[in-house]
């Protein structure tokens, strides 16, 4: 039979059974915060970064396209699927720093607040209890659809207009002025083996992409109210993974 050291359980300390003293307890609390606020920045920075690609892919697609006559519309169109791409990779990043926006807000709301305004009340007496619950159990508090919305209306809607207004120009001017139906179809057709129908789909499927993006996708919350409400209560689509965590 194997046999313990008796010291070894004297050395052991039961944290659960001991109350924590108040300097105890904000020192936990501002230690939670700034890390939850440096995993905040990092992904904000993270975001930042996928806009910034976008940006200059957008600007150097414009600027090859419209380098000579020579060179093809599809450069636009190979743009627009290169900006949706960033998209997609955005909205994912947005729903992880929404995840840690959220237990920032919450402690800046129900801890910071009260202390500043001299009112060591929390609004909500249940705050702790949720970003607890976070920690164990971390889940998206935004869609995937609803995320993709909110970063096409913050950013991108305007990129996607800069491309289709630029491939509206290319194919109207170039490498022809187009006078007619047919010089719009000889320079949407150029040298390629592609109908000339193809491009001019393409550019109605995005369209409407677009407007079903704004229009149909979920809205994100307008006031904080409603949106740390909504968060507390609804866990979307899947817990995130340790590895992501």
Known sequence: MKHEDPDLHAERVDYESKSLTRPEYISAIVHLYRGELHRATVWRLRLDNT????IITTAGMLSFAFDGREHSHWVLLTGILLLTSFLSIEARRFRFFDVWRYRVRRIEENFYGPILQRDPVSPDSGWGDRVAEDLLHPVFKISYRAALRARFIRNYWVLYLVLLGGWMLKVLH???VAQDFDGLKQNLQGNSVVPWQVPIAIFIVVVVVMIVTVLF???????EESYWSQKSDSHYEREIGDLDV
Do not use: G, H, Q, R
């Not at 806009?51 to 976008?54: A, R, V």
């Not at 996708?217 to 006031?223: G, Y």
């Open 51 to 54: 806009t910034n690609w976008s």
């Open 217 to 223: 996708f979920p809205k994100a919350p307008l006031n």
């Open 174 to 176: 170039e490498p022809e």
